[in-house]
């Protein structure tokens, strides 16, 4: 039969066990092995700690989670109770340092409510309350946020974490994508969303480069602990460009203290970057490893109907009155990224306005030559054969044959001209592709078709209406 102790001990082994599954090897055996049960009875359990930083680490980061397991195993009203060897006292009259903590309680710093020591890095120092500013932009709200299929997974994953922040498996959000697809306003929306549905949440938006600074500062002042401790009272925490962390050792440091206090704790993390956590470089593999804890969605190019949704939008929102031809002729040429559709639109509105101008597709095209580079579709050899044939209702075979009619050997050498003005291609890949003919075959047709449309008018205007076929 068991005695008492080994009871106890058996215990304690079950809390390391399910310790382990909540924390990494690192944290385990750094953390939690050493310590050793000394005695429960029945209401305290005495704990052997190494030193007395055990004993701020646990309070500070695993109280949590540890204070379900110990309720669960030795009992609801069971309180913990750390002895530290005498080695470690700083005052050498007293026999050992003990400390005790409530296993329901958590964390002073996440539960203080007297904020006057606390610095803040948004409000004015000294108040007694802090009224956090969450930074947010008004008009970065799900209302406004044009959903397609490039952003659904993001968007619907984000409208269930302003739901439930902190109580769902989305914790942190992760999202990701090339700038300009909308990373920081479905981020921020998560924000507003909170505020409304659970305005008793501290909730701040910070950009990775602020928070930086703010470090920096709080580093010189020699006041990091006061700058981690703000950052762990915040219940939805949005950080932006999460990127720029890369190679910053001491903002790595601080930040994985507040990340896994904020997520033992329970609260919600939403970050954001131009890459997937399996592409960022020069960043701790601990704080990675967290990155990829809950989901990872990545916004990309909006399709075309999303596009035109897009666009749209932005013109009702700019005050700008544009035809369906010139939202069509926009989305057909500007690149799918946000600002560059708002960049437009502006000046489209400017030029409207200050110059008495109507928007035509001619003004659109006035503008995009200044404000992006317009797209050019890649044209394939394959398809420019295709258009020649179709156009002069010639079949590939016949175009491929060494056939040498008229008909055959002007399409022949039209669709070789064609591939040599709008294809980089060598002139070997032209011929092989158009029955087999070689390079010198390439330069004469391409010589023969520029000097007839210099001469026959008829000519020029049927290989240039080929010629746009191909560019439409």
Request: hydrophobic fraction near 40%; aromatic fraction near 8%.
């Amino acid at each position: 039969m068991l005695s008492t102790d080994q009871a106890y001990r058996e215990m304690w082994q079950h809390c390391l066990d399910r310790i382990k599954t909540q924390t990494t090897e690192e944290e385990f055996v750094k953390w939690f092995e050493p310590i050793v049960p000394l005695e429960f009875d029945g209401t305290t359990l005495r704990l052997r700690v190494p030193n007395a930083s055990y004993v701020y680490q646990i309070e500070k980061n695993y109280i949590p989670f540890l204070r379900p397991i110990i309720s669960q195993l030795y009992g609801q009203q069971t309180r913990l109770h750390y002895a530290v060897p005498k080695a470690e006292q700083q005052q050498p009259a007293a026999a050992t340092l003990t400390t005790e903590s409530d296993a329901t309680a958590v964390s002073r710093f996440s539960t203080q409510t007297d904020t006057a020591n606390i610095k803040n890095p948004f409000v004015i120092p000294g108040l007694k309350k802090i009224v956090i500013d969450p930074q947010l932009n008004p008009n970065y709200t799900f209302a406004t946020f044009i959903e397609g299929e490039c952003n659904r997974l993001a968007r619907s994953a984000a409208m269930s974490v302003a739901v439930t922040p902190g109580n769902n498996p989305f914790n942190p959000l992760y999202i990701y994508g090339n700038s300009g697809l909308g990373k920081t306003h479905i981020a921020q929306s998560v924000g507003h969303e909170v505020r409304l549905r659970h305005p008793e949440l501290q909730v701040l938006y910070v950009s990775m480069n602020k928070f930086q600074a703010q470090f920096q500062t709080a580093y010189k002042n020699g006041e990091i602990p006061d700058f981690i401790h703000f950052y762990q009272m915040i219940d939805v925490l949005i950080i932006d460009d999460i990127q720029e962390l890369t190679g910053k050792t001491g903002t790595q440091n601080a930040f994985f203290n507040i990340f896994n206090h904020l997520q033992l704790a329970g609260k919600q993390l939403i970050l954001t970057s131009d890459k997937p956590p399996v592409e960022l470089k020069d960043i701790e593999q601990r704080l990675l490893t967290r990155f990829k804890w809950g989901l990872s969605a990545q916004l990309v190019s909006p399709d075309y109907e999303t596009k035109l949704k897009i666009i749209r939008a932005k013109s009702r929102k700019v005050g700008a009155r544009i035809s369906d031809e010139v939202v069509t002729y926009l989305a057909d040429n500007i690149s799918a990224n946000v600002r560059e559709i708002e960049g437009v639109l502006s000046s489209l509105v400017a030029n409207a306005s200050f110059l008495e101008r109507k928007i035509t597709v001619s003004l659109a095209k006035e503008v995009l030559k200044a404000y992006v580079q317009l797209y050019r579709k890649e044209i394939s050899i394959e398809r420019i054969i295709e258009t020649v044939c179709d156009h002069l209702n010639i079949d590939f075979a016949r175009l491929s044959s060494p056939e040498r009619t008229r008909e055959v050997a002007q399409a022949r050498q039209i669709a070789m001209y064609l591939s040599k003005q709008h294809t980089k291609a060598p002139l070997t890949a032209i011929g092989a592709s158009i029955g087999g003919r070689n390079h010198a075959t390439v330069l004469h047709s391409c010589k023969a078709v520029t000097n007839l449309m210099e001469t026959d008018r008829n000519f020029r205007r049927q290989v240039e209406e080929i010629e746009k076929r191909i560019l439409a």
